[in-house]
């Protein structure tokens, strides 16, 4: 065959490589990360002031000598740099050291660990990967069988879900009962060869094995690829570069040097953390804004950013999937096997229920899929076992525009009358409403003439731990005390007394009084019935004996549970918990409406306390009760049997929106065909077909399907510089600051981690990179096109 | 018909045309010996290209109906990847068939390109019957972390880089499998490279999967073809030949490696925030590619040509099986971020090293540094 055409740059004139051979090139190399590892070690006990007398002397000596070095033999060392052989085999040992960074488990780049926490997690991955290496194909894996239960189960599965079903759950328990016996091996082997391991694992800490990438000797071969590089892209004269034949070389070459250009930029430069943000201006962990973000290097020590972040609007959306279970006895014993879990797809359909012949009983087909529903409640009228009474309503806000909408669960609801926690609040907190049932227009006074005491609720209080614990509850108003008595002498009796009622406390406004240290709340100018409770909070004195000590406690969320071990190490008196339960009807606001339903059907309003200020309702029309918005009843029924969702579909433009997912299922089946509507809502989100399949509509899973933040940046004077959208793949950068969707939490949606990048030499770096694609595109693709046009003409 | 019914034929369709391959390729050799038998060996590789196209199309509309099933770019889960994978290694073998005019050889060369055909077709039935065995086929949703332009010609341009390298490590492996018959055979290689060639070839390690059955075949068609008095001289023409051949599918497939790694780093840079992490899987793709720009430099700089380079390249091949096959085993692989087809399903999106929020406490919150302690 001829010469070929493909070829990035003709075969080099031999008596180039001839000055370093093979072995003198290795050596020369070893030598030079040697130096580099001595030069990283004196450099650093300079930097950190340790340095006596006789190490500046040496390196100043150094310095001198290596000056004159290089003034003697700088032509030398450029040909070192230069020489085929030395530049071939620093490629082979950066990849030699890439082998050694893959092949023994690594420390952690940012946070460092004790030696024996590392060791655990060291011994273990170098032991698996031995396991695995000498058993290279999968019938050396050890061999398991399902027990006869779960075989049971397994059959169970295929009659209720199918042969597809039952195969994969078969499949996955196979792997996890193997993957169980491998660790038991793994486990058995990581211990008997413990002590080669440790010997193994003392030569790894010392050579800097377990941390190749930050190791001085891997920044030397860094810096010896750089000179490499750099001495061979731009040799054979600027006239060269541009020639069909050697663009390709010179364009490649180029790219790596501004690669590794880029790379030092960064690691010199580089800030590197986290922000912890809340869309909740009332969450106890994280604020709203920050102008400091925590660095990884160093979480104790924040850094300052050039504006304040604020997190404006935070949603995590999961996937939706269909759940069918089955309600006979015989499923009850199969319950530990968690029913398939089906993705929601709009044309997917879901067979179930298999006869003898293997042929589905039932089919669920998904006709509809609707990202983004207002669900209301759809009161089915009827008798049964479950029949109560319904009122439906309607709350509509006016918005004056531009304003912001609330974010209210409740406007469409409905009330259960006589259920004490049935209540419509108002988003403003202008008044509360609640329904009952009266017989005749004696009870309607009777009800309507129950003065309500007015009180946050109830306080709790537990002494002492476990079986033995005591537990007094009593009214939690301003004043108010509660003795209770535990059953030993630690801690005795304990006296809890109310001090403060906060209907809005707020984290992020806490200030301690320099004196007392207590904690002042801020000064709110808006009456106690005006300010909306979405984080009542209560101060407590307790005394046990001569210790007093004042705690907060809060009616959203426990506490002594969320703030764990480091916040409990603070109390003076151990051993005693404080609860505290809003009172959702008495707490303080500005009215109370109740709607009378009575016998005959006929419905009245009117405010809690005043007989006299009784009125007829009518379906329909809106009520004037006082507040921004209206409230309407739109139904009332003395009897429904069951609430279906009545699903309206919105646009699906806005991310950021808070209504529900849903979706209208087709079921078909011996029953007969349903059509029916479900909604990701609890309450909407279950039907029962032919009364033994259960159907669920869910929206969950380990993982968000979509998740987004949108910022904004401030500068000192409050005003909005910059800001926009993050989601993973999509970041935001403003004035060099980098900001990356980086954590949220299933438990706590009002939770978004935001990674902070600060690295100026990302350009260089992508430049690099894309020069050296164009490099190697027109070395392999472009160039044997026009050398053979070249040679052809 | 669905997805999963034609990858089904796929594997049947292979399962047909590989013996056809085989049978092509020995017929092929053996026509050296005895030409009567370049009839038969035309109208077998005939019918073994017929499968093979059939099966490339099976395998494509397949991955057709999953895109459209999915409605995503079908390379998120193992079952998902290993269905790219084997459509786009059929793809490139045609691609090194008609940019190498492969069809025109004829004679033992001829029988070169249906003993690739047969290492294809064998080994996709291969990994379809393992698929078969404890692959989940079940479709998921995208994870936000792959939801990027990035993801569809980041695995792409690796797909196709890693097929023609593997096309090119064959290429390698055939030449290695006739010099160590002609070591058996006639003698006059050297003890230790001949051991080290054995080694490579029979060493029953994962590469074995494909070594293997390609050494046995070439072996056997070397141990024939000497008893029949051709001896082996006739591979001294071909020495040049393997080199150059594996060199052209190479510098098809370097460029397509450089692109998809470094889109990798693009991609990396905006999930995760930085362009490199030194993750297992980014580091064993630098390996990969690290031996390919040292074969590169080493060919045309230091001159190394013939079973010097050819043996770099196939220390390539044998990378790209860890990067591909290991990579889940490696000590380092515990908390890759690249773990997206092992079946766990937990979020990973985190950047490295990223750090728990701290213990809340009810002091002052940590907003700000001068409240901090």
Request: proline content about 11%; glycine content about 12%; overall charge negative.
């Given at each position: 065959m001829t010469e070929n055409p493909t070829s990035p740059t003709p075969p080099p004139p031999a008596a180039q490589a001839a000055s370093w051979g093979w072995r003198s090139a290795l050596l020369g190399i070893l030598g030079f990360l040697l130096l580099g590892e001595g030069i990283a070690s004196v450099a650093r006990r300079l930097a950190s002031g340790s340095a006596g007398v006789g190490v500046w002397g040496s390196a100043v000596v150094f310095l001198v000598s290596a000056g004159v070095f290089l003034g003697l033999h700088g032509p030398r060392l450029f040909a070192f740099f230069r020489s085929v052989r030395v530049g071939a085999l620093t490629i082979a040992l950066y990849a030699a050291s890439s082998c050694l960074g893959v092949l023994v488990k690594q420390r952690d780049l940012y946070s460092p660990e004790r030696a024996e926490d590392f060791y655990a997690k060291f011994a273990y991955a170098q032991t698996y990967f031995v396991y695995h290496l000498l058993r290279p194909f999968p019938f050396m894996m050890p061999r398991v069988e399902i027990p006869p239960r779960a075989e049971e189960g397994i059959e169970w599965r295929r009659e209720r879900y199918g042969k597809g079903l039952a195969e994969a759950q078969r499949k996955s328990m196979l792997a996890s009962l193997s993957s169980m016996e491998k660790e038991k091996e793994v486990a058995a082997w990581q211990e008997h060869y413990d002590p080669l391991l440790r010997k193994f694992f003392a030569f790894c800490e010392a050579s800097d094995l377990t941390r190749v990438w930050k190791s001085d000797w891997f920044a030397a071969l860094n810096a010896l690829l750089f000179a490499c590089v750099l001495s061979n892209a731009f040799r054979f004269g600027w006239r060269a570069w541009f020639t069909k034949r050697r663009f390709g070389f010179f364009v490649a070459h180029t790219g790596v040097v501004l690669l590794l250009l880029g790379c030092l930029l960064g690691r010199t430069l580089e800030k590197r953390g986290r922000v912890d943000l809340s869309t909740d201006p009332a969450h106890m962990r994280y604020p709203t804004e920050s102008k400091w973000f925590r660095p990884f290097k160093d979480p104790t020590k924040p850094l300052e950013m050039p504006f304040t972040l604020r997190l404006e609007e935070f949603k995590a959306e999961y996937r939706t999937y269909l759940q069918a279970h089955f309600l006979d006895p015989e499923a009850r014993r199969h319950a530990a096997v968690k029913p398939p879990e089906f993705l929601v797809r709009k044309g997917a359909e879901f067979p179930l229920d298999y006869d003898e012949h293997g042929d589905p009983r039932v089919r669920i087909r998904v006709k509809e899929v609707l990202p983004r529903c207002e669900v209301r409640p759809d009161p089915i009228p009827g008798g049964g076992p479950d029949a109560s009474p319904v009122i439906a309503y309607e709350f509509e806000e006016h918005l004056p525009e531009g304003s912001e909408p609330h974010h209210h669960p409740g406007l469409h609801w409905i009330l259960f009358p006589g259920h004490d926690d049935s209540i419509f609040s108002h988003p403003d907190h202008a008044y509360r409403i609640r329904a009952a049932l009266v017989p005749d227009a004696a009870a309607m006074a009777r009800v309507l003439g129950e003065t309500v005491e007015e009180t946050p609720g109830r306080l709790l209080v537990e002494v002492g731990e476990g079986e033995e614990a005591v537990r007094e509850e009593g009214d939690a108003r301003v004043g108010a005390s509660l003795v209770a008595r535990a059953a030993g002498d630690e801690p005795g009796e304990i006296t809890a007394r109310v001090l403060t009622y906060v209907p809005a406390f707020r984290f992020d406004r806490i200030e301690r009084d320099p004196d007392t240290g207590r904690i002042r709340t801020e000064e709110d100018p808006e009456p106690i019935e005006r300010r909306i409770p979405n984080n009542p909070a209560l101060e407590v004195e307790i005394k046990s004996g001569e210790t007093s000590e004042i705690r907060w406690v809060f009616a959203n969320f426990d506490i002594d549970e969320i703030a764990g071990s480091q916040h409990r190490a603070r109390w003076k008196i151990p051993g005693v918990r404080l609860r505290f339960r809003w009172d959702r009807w008495r707490s303080p606001v500005a009215a109370r409406y109740v709607l009378l339903f009575r016998e005959d059907g006929a419905l009245f309003v009117g405010k809690a306390g005043?007989?006299?200020?009784v009125r007829q309702v009518r379906i329909g029309e809106p009520l004037s009760l006082g507040g921004e918005g209206s409230f309407t009843v739109t139904e009332a029924h003395r009897s429904v049997a069951r609430l279906a969702a009545d699903l309206r579909p919105l646009p699906a433009?806005?991310?950021?929106?808070r209504d529900a997912q849903a979706a209208v299922l087709e079921i078909e089946g011996p029953a007969g065909k349903e059509t029916v509507s479900l909604a990701a809502l609890p309450g909407f989100d279950e039907f029962v077909y032919d009364g033994r399949i259960g159907i669920r509509f869910l929206e969950g899973g380990a993982m968000p399907r979509e998740w987004r933040s949108r910022l904004g940046c401030y500068d000192e004077k409050g005003e909005r510089i910059d800001g926009g959208e993050i989601r993973v793949n999509d970041y935001l950068e403003v004035k060099g600051y980098r900001f990356f969707q980086e954590n949220a939490s299933a438990q706590d949606t009002t939770y978004s981690g935001i990674g902070v990048v600060f690295d100026p030499g990302i350009p260089l770096v992508l430049l690099g990179l894309y020069t050296i694609i164009a490099g190697a595109v027109y070395a392999f693709f472009v160039k044997p096109v026009l050398l053979r046009r070249g040679g052809a003409a | 018909m669905n997805a999963d019914g034609l990858f089904e034929a796929t594997f049947w369709i292979c399962l047909l045309g590989a013996p056809a391959a085989l049978a092509g390729a020995l017929a092929h050799f053996f026509s050296v010996a005895r030409p009567g038998l370049e009839r038969p060996a035309r109208r077998f590789s005939l019918v073994a290209a017929l499968l093979g196209g059939a099966a490339t199309l099976a395998d494509g509309v397949s991955l057709a109906f999953r895109w459209k099933e999915t409605g995503h770019w079908p390379s998120q889960t193992l079952f998902e990847v290993i269905q790219f994978g084997t459509f786009v290694l059929l793809l490139c073998y045609w691609i090194v068939f008609g940019v190498l005019r492969l069809h025109a050889y004829r004679g033992a060369l001829r029988g070169l390109t249906n003993l690739f055909l047969f290492t294809l077709l064998a080994g996709i039935a291969g990994t379809a019957v393992y698929v078969r065995g404890v692959v989940n086929r079940a479709p998921d949703t995208l994870p936000p972390a792959l939801q990027s332009y990035w993801f569809p010609p980041h695995i792409s341009a690796l797909m196709v880089s890693y097929a023609t390298l593997t096309i090119a490590y064959v290429a390698c492996l055939v030449y290695f499998s006739f010099r160590f018959a002609r070591g058996v055979f006639e003698g006059g290689v050297g003890r230790a490279r001949m051991l080290a060639i054995g080694t490579f070839l029979f060493f029953p390690w994962f590469q074995a999967v494909v070594n293997v059955p390609v050494a046995l075949v070439c072996v056997g068609v070397a141990a024939v073809l000497y008893r029949t008095g051709k001896g082996m001289g006739w591979l001294d023409g071909w020495m040049q030949g393997f080199d150059d051949f594996s060199f052209r599918i190479f510098a098809i497939g370097f460029p397509f490696l450089t692109a998809g790694f470094f889109m990798g780093a693009f991609w990396a840079q905006e999930a995760w925030a930085t362009y490199w992490g030194w993750d297992s899987k980014e580091v064993s793709a630098l390996i990969t590619w690290l031996l390919y720009l040292l074969y590169l430099h080493l060919r045309f700089v230091a001159g190394w040509r013939g079973e010097k380079s050819m043996a770099l390249l196939s220390i390539g091949g044998v990378s790209i099986f860890i990067t591909f096959q290991l990579f889940g085993y490696l000590p380092e692989s515990q908390n890759s971020l690249h773990k997206y087809t092992e079946g766990s399903d937990s979020a990973r999106e985190g950047m490295l090293g990223s750090i728990q929020p701290e213990t809340p406490a009810l002091a002052p919150r940590s907003d700000q540094p001068a409240k901090n302690d």
């Open positions: 005043e007989p006299d200020s433009g806005e991310f950021f929106h | -």
